[in-house]
């Protein structure tokens, strides 16, 4: 069956099949109750241009391919003819930043785990390095977490997480300038060093921690391990925090993935490693994150995510598709997740780590083939991805 692309022909995003039996409720969740999302108040910004894909118009309106996507040829070298890639032969790319205003061509900075690097990229243009942070990789830590600040139109500062040889900490830098930490002491172990970071929306930082191998320190309110933090710009506690003065805005984290939010910032999401599954909450202020919205008993290895509205799209770093999460109107997840992107029917990409949305429609997400996958050529690349596939299927053989 060969897939319909709806009206943005430059993309290949593909749908896979129902990934059956790999996830399920987690019955502590059916007390919870949730309020219905608000309505948007501000339109949508301006759509940038992408790069476009070889296609013609149905009758219908909608844009199909001139041929399925297993015709694009492999990757020769750093060379990748699939047009959704806009970088390649990066390495381990655990976190992205959509850039704004790029309407010529989307660009992004991408961060490598292992290595520090920040980098910006474009579509048709070669990966620039801005910065190289000092880090430590080992326990699954490095470079994890990209976010720009609040104000970045303004300040130009973009946030990082990262691992040292000493702690867990927060960064931030400007192009030529060497990084300054905000906020150190985010305790540190043989395991549990993964971060996440994105912004409220309302002019704070919000940043996912690993609890470094202590499940104890995730629930003491003295520890900045295993937590949700909301921090200002400086890495001090954000106004309107739950307890005022203190950074903590939830608790009881264990290896997070990714920390994501609804383009109205009604919803809260970060995905996290269990020890028996792995799970992803909707974020209550000065809660414990005690109830999964959804586990995965198979530990698919949950990455960064994107609300694309009427789903929650979750990359995975181990299983290597997308996990696609339908929402209901009250903002809870109101069925069993889709695998997507899986490498089926000629679509996916690998193994996914970092995802940050483009725009209501679109994301880039960041592979993560050379921390045990299986790389092609070009590997390790950064993907621009559909957040609303089209239903009717994949992009697949006639």
């Known amino acids: 069956m060969r897939i319909r692309w ?3 022909p430059w ?7 129902v990934l059956a039996g790999c996830a399920s409720f987690d019955d502590r969740a059916a007390g919870q109750t949730f309020e219905p999302a608000p309505e948007l108040s501000a339109p949508a910004g301006p759509q940038p241009q992408l790069p476009e894909m070889d296609g013609s118009s149905g009758s219908d309106g909608t844009t199909q391919p001139s041929a399925p996507r297993t015709s694009v040829p492999p ?7 699939d047009k959704a890639v806009i970088a390649t032969c990066l390495d381990t790319v655990s976190a992205v930043a959509a850039l704004p205003g790029t309407d010529s061509a989307p660009a992004a900075l991408a961060g490598e785990r292992k290595s520090g690097r920040v980098l910006q990229v474009a579509s048709g243009a070669p990966a620039a390095e801005l910065i190289k942070l000092d880090v430590v990789a080992a326990g699954d830590g490095g470079l994890t977490g990209l976010a720009l600040s609040p104000t970045y139109s303004e300040d130009q500062l973009v946030f990082a ?10 960064v931030r830098f400007t192009k030529g ?20 970071l994105t912004t409220d929306g309302k002019g704070a930082l919000l940043v996912a921690t690993g609890d470094a191998g202590n499940p104890s320190a995730a629930a003491d309110p003295g520890s900045l391990a295993g937590k949700i ?8 506690a954000a106004p309107g925090n739950p307890t005022p ?38 974020v209550t202020a000065g809660t414990s994150l005690a109830a999964p919205a959804w586990t995965w008993p198979d530990k698919p290895g949950l990455a960064g995510c994107a609300d694309a509205g009427e789903s929650l799209m979750i990359g995975t770093s181990v299983a290597g598709n997308v996990q696609q999460v339908p929402i209901t109107l009250d903002g809870s997840v109101g069925g069993q997740p889709k695998a ?4 089926t029917d000629g679509s996916g990409y690998g193994r996914y780590g970092g995802m940050d949305p483009l725009s209501t429609q679109y994301a880039f997400v960041g592979t993560v083939n050379k921390d045990g996958g299986r790389p092609v050529s070009s590997d390790d690349r950064v993907v621009i991805i559909q957040l609303q596939p089209n239903p009717s299927g994949g992009s697949g053989k006639d």
């Open 6 to 8: 709806g009206r943005a």
């Open 11 to 17: 993309l290949v995003a593909a749908c896979g099949v």
């Open 75 to 81: 990757p020769q070298g750093c060379t990748d003819f």
């Open 161 to 170: 997480y990262i691992t040292t040889a000493t702690d867990n900490r927060v």
């Open 177 to 196: 300038q060497q990084a300054k930490p905000i906020l150190t002491g985010i305790p540190k172990g043989a395991t549990g060093n993964r971060g996440a």
């Open 229 to 236: 933090l909301r921090i200002d710009t400086s890495g001090n």
């Open 245 to 282: 003065g203190s950074r903590v805005y939830a608790s009881g984290l264990r290896s997070p993935g990714g920390l994501c939010k609804a383009a109205d910032g009604s919803r809260l999401w970060v995905t996290d490693h269990g020890d028996a599954a792995d799970v992803v909450y909707r």
């Open 340 to 343: 997507i992107m899986d490498g």
